[in-house]
């Protein structure tokens, strides 16, 4: 199984920045990718921003720019680096982490963190 954690949510004010971790740990032999979503209120799942294995990296047209993700030195670790943050931003922000397990097959799995809350608000 592989276990995916989030931190780092919190209130921040308009214009200010926050970092969310996501860690990814169990019977992991390779990750494909890493990303970000988020969900606000009566809204769907949207995606963030995405890491992949290869380095390549994408985001939502809404934070581009703004937005940054970047692998930790930890391993199996990412950083959303989030900057200039707007009251729209504000959601629960879950991490995704896509790759194959350690088992005799190297099992594809797929698996979400439980979420953490970002507020922007003055």
């Known amino acids: 199984q592989v276990q995916v954690v989030e931190s780092g949510g919190g209130l921040v004010q308009p214009g200010e920045s926050l970092r969310l971790s996501c860690a990814a740990s169990g019977s992991i032999f390779r990750i494909n990718a890493m990303g970000w979503y988020r969900q606000a209120p009566g809204k769907e799942r949207e995606l963030v921003a995405v890491l992949t294995g290869g380095g390549s990296t994408k985001y939502s047209d809404s934070v581009n720019g703004r937005f940054l993700i970047a692998r930790a030195a930890i391993k199996n670790t990412v950083y959303l680096h989030m900057n200039r943050m707007k009251p729209e931003d504000t959601a629960v922000y879950y991490c995704?982490?896509?790759?194959?397990?350690?088992?005799?097959?190297?099992?594809?799995?797929?698996?979400w963190g439980q979420g953490t809350q970002v507020t922007v608000s003055s």
């Open positions: 995704n982490v896509l790759g194959s397990s350690d088992d005799y097959a190297n099992t594809a799995f797929d698996s």
